[in-house]
């Protein structure tokens, strides 16, 4: 029988996935396999998945950033579908979901497998509501059939929205904004029309034991997240979280692995408790976010508005953050909103990781604010988070080569380049003396995880182009912003 990278933790096996992990993050390989085996970090590794670069999900890792893809019922194109895998990859996305609801839903779901180097994550709802026709029609043996599918075609990781009960749903009333979960708003609707308890809490061992079969792990969705300031931290949330407590201890007796959802829209002065009520309540299981978004007046801005509450959700824990873009509550996102929500979201889960202390994060700020010293202009490039955008940026009012070895740029101009100034006094034989860097990334700890994903690094796991059916794609650049 195979056995799940929790069930091999567990026996004090250190899986070749675990060694990947700990290369990856420069970690030691039994201190990967002691989180795992305690359930405070996940490796999601679907064993049919086998273009997988393994990764780990764990607050004491490199914070990890989650894009979504998907079509929609108004489009429908597999090779759409995997040019916006290929960007999101590209621009650094750890793990993507396939969050399509429109046609092909297998064919999207199998070339996203055989093509993805990163966790492929679903909402297995999704697909029954599509075949069901509407939630009130859908059987408990046509979710299972859709969740073992999905399984079996190699999908590392799924939302399931077990966590929303029917005594939950009167506390959702007082709401401003009710239920904004897809999956929790049809289960909703599903209990209130056929009067029965939600199908994916009572059938959970049922999925425990496909999920144990195939190595899926569980992201136990949170249906009954807060969808606006307004009903952040009430009681439908925190009663839900309590059931995603149980849940997640009885997946761990099944060797299952766990990590669990949050919010949503919570107050900045309301994340850290949140994150912290989570690891209570659910015994350290990966707590994996959605934003939060931290005002609700700037449509059009909610990467930034979610990526300010990203980054305090990960100071204070969390393990992975959902990406949002600048297309949230407005409309299905292009691959240039992808490129956007991904650059906010790479900065929040550095920016915790700095502020966190993760061994070797802050040799990326280092090496690049040296380079940005000494007008290594190209390193300085090189070392970006978007190299393209920070190369593309400079040209525009410099483009010569001749600039790339400049003392100064544009924004000050030569006469006042602060920098360039500095270094001048610093040459005079006075009191200041020259500054000499010496950040070496190369004998630094941070791993592969902590730095820039098209940078100047290990770029293997993201080739500059792609080629489908005899078409080469190129991700998207400025040209298509
Ligand atoms: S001109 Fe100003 S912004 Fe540009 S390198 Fe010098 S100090 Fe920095």
Redesign the pocket.
Known sequence: MVRTQLQRARAGETTPAMKRVAERENRDPEFVREQVAEGQAVIPANRVHSALDPMVIGREFATKVNANIGNSEETSDPREELRKLHTAVHYGADTVMDLSTGEDLDAIREANVARSPVPIGTVPIYEAVKRAGEPAAITRELLLEVIEKQARQGVDYMTIHAGVLMEHLPLTDGRKTGIVSRGGSILAQWMEENAMQNPLYTEFEAICRMFAEHDVTFSLGDGLRPGCLADASDEAQFAELDTLGELTRTAWDHGVQVMVEGPGHVPMDEIAANVERQREVCDGAPFYVLGPLVTDVAPGYDHVTSAIGATEAGRAGAAMLCYVTPKEHLGLPEEADVREGLAAYRIAAHAADVANDLPGARDWDDALSEA?YE?DWRRQFDLALDPERARESHDQSLPGDNYKEA????????E?????IDQDARAVDGEMTAIDGGTDLDSSRAGDANLPPTGSHDTSRVPDEIEIDGVRFTPVSSADD
Request: proline share 0%.
């Open positions: 940005r007008f003392r100064f740029c544009s924004m000050c101009g030569a006042f380049c602060s920098m360039r």
